[in-house]
């Protein structure tokens, strides 16, 4: 993989802001206000996905910089976090990274 690969810019987080983790309590309430905005879920699991391929893609170029093949597994729940995993391992695979996915409970059929 070529070690210059990157994110595209959309999906990067501004380089001056810090990432940091909600409280399940910051989570519920933004949901909350997503729903009553009629804000679709799958954009919501998108934005999840991409920030956390975004971090993950930040650690795995650094790694590579520094002569480490990187390797991603992935561990995706039946759950919506399952589905912001699938997310995330779709956009890392899409920049280039070699990913896995280990799913404990096969996901839900949607159709």
């Known amino acids: 993989m070529d ?3 990157r994110p595209p810019s ?3 987080p501004p380089s001056y802001l810090v990432p940091r983790s909600l409280l399940t309590s910051e989570v519920r ?3 909350r206000a997503a729903e009553k905005l009629d804000f679709p879920a799958l954009v919501l ?3 999840a996905a ?9 650690f795995l170029t650094t ?19 399952g ?7 779709r956009q ?4 280039g990274f070699p990913v896995r996915v280990w799913a404990p409970v096969p996901p839900a059929a949607t159709c």
């Open 63 to 81: 790694w590579l910089r520094s002569g480490t093949a990187p390797r991603t597994l992935v561990l995706a729940g039946p759950g919506n976090n």
């Open 83 to 89: 589905g912001d995993g699938y997310g995330a391992a």
């Open 29 to 31: 309430q933004l949901e």
């Open 45 to 47: 699991m998108e934005h």
């Open 10 to 12: 959309s999906c990067m």
């Open 3 to 5: 070690p210059e690969i």
């Open 50 to 58: 991409c920030g956390v391929a975004a971090l993950a893609a930040h």
């Open 92 to 95: 890392l695979a899409a920049w």
